[in-house]
């Protein structure tokens, strides 16, 4: 899949959703909305929304970051009522690319770019590997316990 812009990002959890837009290539994520998922029925009622409201594009590329196992297309979200179906949400929308992640993998991908000597980057559990050596692993508490491993 090639990146279209404008591109919509969202961070889906069970407590709280996050869209974020990116309008042109090179330009860091602009958040446009933060709500409890709970408010709306669905993610194309809540993208609808946020969309109408902030009188923001029709995005061209769509990634859905959920706080659910991604292992077929349509998932359910983990602690909350949406189902989450990228095919769904691009017909109802108009988006003319969804993705659909776990949430975890993409905060993993960050690591490279973290400074290893800063705590509020990196805390170090255990002995650690000298140089780029080593498996690296993100945990995180939120809808539940969240994880994944950068090698």
């Known amino acids: 899949m090639s990146t279209q812009y404008p591109v ?21 994520p602009r958040l446009i909305a933060k709500f409890k998922t ?15 409201q902030t009188q923001t594009a029709i995005p061209s590329t769509t990634l859905l970051a959920v706080a659910a196992p991604v292992a077929h297309a349509r998932v359910h979200l983990t602690n909350a009522a949406w189902w989450i179906d990228p095919q769904e949400i691009g017909e109802a929308l108009g988006f003319a690319h969804v993705r659909l992640v776990n949430d975890f993998p993409p905060i993993a991908a960050v690591l490279p770019q973290l400074d290893a000597d800063n705590p509020n980057d990196v805390c170090a559990l255990g002995p650690t ?23």
């Open 8 to 28: 919509l990002i969202a961070d889906i959890g069970g407590t709280f959703t996050r869209l974020a837009v990116v309008e042109h290539q090179d330009q860091p």
């Open 38 to 52: 709970a408010d709306y029925p669905n993610p194309q009622t809540a993208f609808a929304a946020v969309l109408a």
């Open 129 to 151: 590997c000298h140089g780029d050596e080593g498996p690296k692993l993100v945990l995180g508490p939120g809808t539940g316990l969240g994880a994944a491993v950068l090698r």
